[in-house]
């Protein structure tokens, strides 16, 4: 009895963990980032040791890199990381529209660039004094379109070669941008001081 009450205290605070941990994720969740929970015995890829799911990501994209081999350019199958992570870009938005009238120069249809140089004759027809004569213009309706810009294509980079972990056990990275990072080997130096008490003879080994 006094088992299954522990393992029912134990239960209990691991919902409470997993809902504060559920919490924390929530903006990562909104935006449906890929998300990985695990329960039970931890897979033995992820120790330590190993980049966290650098070996499912690996395994994910060779396996479509090989397939896509195969595959005609119009069948090409997307990764996992792919699908989860690319948005495509943000159409324009047209927000408001109008026509307007606006000043043109007769002759070439430009735009005048200043419509307070225009001397109106009527509404569709004006002129712009000049050094030396006067240069005709005239009005023309335009629409004029207030619009929000689509969003620009952005590329997605594999996840695995973008990546940096911190070591859990210590300082340091574990996983830098698709490569695992191995602490580096502690070096064998040798360091000589002099002797001045030493015997006169020495070994021949350490003569040598």
């Known amino acids: 009895m006094h088992e299954v009450e522990s393992r029912a205290g134990d239960i209990h605070i691991l919902i409470e963990m997993l809902g504060a941990g559920l919490e924390i994720l929530m903006p990562d ?5 890929p998300v990985v929970v695990t329960a039970g015995q931890q897979d033995t890829r992820m120790r330590l040791k190993n980049p966290l799911l650098g070996h499912d990501l690996a395994a994910n994209a060779g396996a479509v890199e090989m397939l896509n081999r195969e595959l005609a350019a119009d069948e090409q199958l997307l990764s996992a990381d792919h699908v989860a992570r690319h948005r495509a870009p943000e159409p324009r938005e047209n927000l408001e529209e109008a026509v307007v009238g606006l000043w043109t120069f007769t002759e070439t249809g430009d735009l005048v660039s200043n419509p307070d140089d ?12 000049g050094a030396q004569r006067n240069i005709p213009v005239m009005r023309r309706p335009f629409r004029q379109i207030t619009y929000r810009e689509a969003g620009a294509r952005e590329h997605v980079e594999p996840l695995g070669a973008v990546l940096r972990l911190p070591r859990f056990d210590g300082p340091g990275l574990l996983f830098n941008r698709g490569q695992a990072v191995e602490p580096a080997p502690r070096r064998e130096l040798v360091e000589l001081i002099p002797v001045h008490d030493a015997p006169a003879k020495l070994a021949a080994s350490d003569a040598a």
């Open 29 to 33: 969740i909104d935006v449906v980032s």
């Open 118 to 129: 225009v001397r109106e004759l009527s509404y569709e027809r004006g002129v712009i004094q």
